[in-house]
């Protein structure tokens, strides 16, 4: 089921990124047995200022991230045989096409951007990454910052994160699934303020 895949897909992503609620009940303790790699990035560009280290971990997290989604879309796609279908005749180009593709463009560059340097970020050394004007390119890469998480903690941070993702999607899928079906299948008095309570639940931020 296509809901099945965007739920699971999507409550994994967020799952890798909380941050509220380690930052609020615990701050990573005791002895770091709470911190998750969202919160170890945040500690370390924030409060320690080592923005290319925090670089580096962000890379890996996106990486785990990435390769989970994969795995996960291509399971499902099978399962449920998802996909298909056959395109449709191409229209004509229009200005108002051209004008919109642009504007796409640009904007895709723009919200890119932060990635982009959060990538270049990671293979610089501290003063090469804080450096004013900024180097808009490693012209030295290194592999330092990498180096630096090659302690026994970094692997409890991404044990936190996988154990957090994992347990959070059962939970959302299992309650979401069971909601959904009263909600949709089954009428009863409230159900409607019921729905939009939860639609405007999701409005509020969670990180």
Same mark, same amino acid.
């Given at each position: 089921m296509p809901t099945t895949l965007y /739920?699971?897909?999507v409550t994994t992503i967020n799952s890798f *990124? $909380?941050?509220? =609620? $380690? *930052?609020l009940l615990t701050h990573g303790?005791?002895?770091y047995t709470t911190s998750t790699v969202m919160y170890l990035v945040y500690q370390t560009a924030i409060s320690e200022g080592r923005f290319g280290v925090s670089s580096a971990m962000g890379i890996i997290l996106a990486i785990i991230i990435g390769i989970i989604s994969i795995l996960q879309f291509k399971f499902l796609s099978k399962r449920y045989r998802l996909g298909g279908g056959k395109m449709k005749n191409r229209k004509k180009i229009s200005v108002f096409s051209v004008i919109s593709m642009t /504007? =796409? /463009?640009? =904007? &895709?560059i723009f919200f890119i951007f932060p990635f982009y340097w959060i990538a270049t970020g990671a293979f610089k050394i501290q003063e090469v990454a804080i450096s004013i004007p900024p180097e808009w390119f490693p012209l030295k890469p290194t592999l330092e910052n990498f180096d630096k998480l090659l302690v026994p903690l970094t692997l409890r941070w991404f044990f936190n994160s996988v154990a957090i993702a994992f347990s959070t &999607?059962? =939970?959302?899928c299992t309650t979401a699934s069971l909601a959904g079906y009263a909600l949709a299948k089954k009428k009863f008095p409230g159900s409607g303020i019921i729905f939009i309570i939860f639609v405007a639940a999701m409005a509020?931020?969670?990180t």
């Open positions: /739920i699971v897909v *990124q $909380i941050f509220a =609620l $380690i *930052q303790g005791p002895n /504007i =796409l /463009i640009m =904007l &895709t &999607t059962v =939970l959302v509020l931020s969670k």
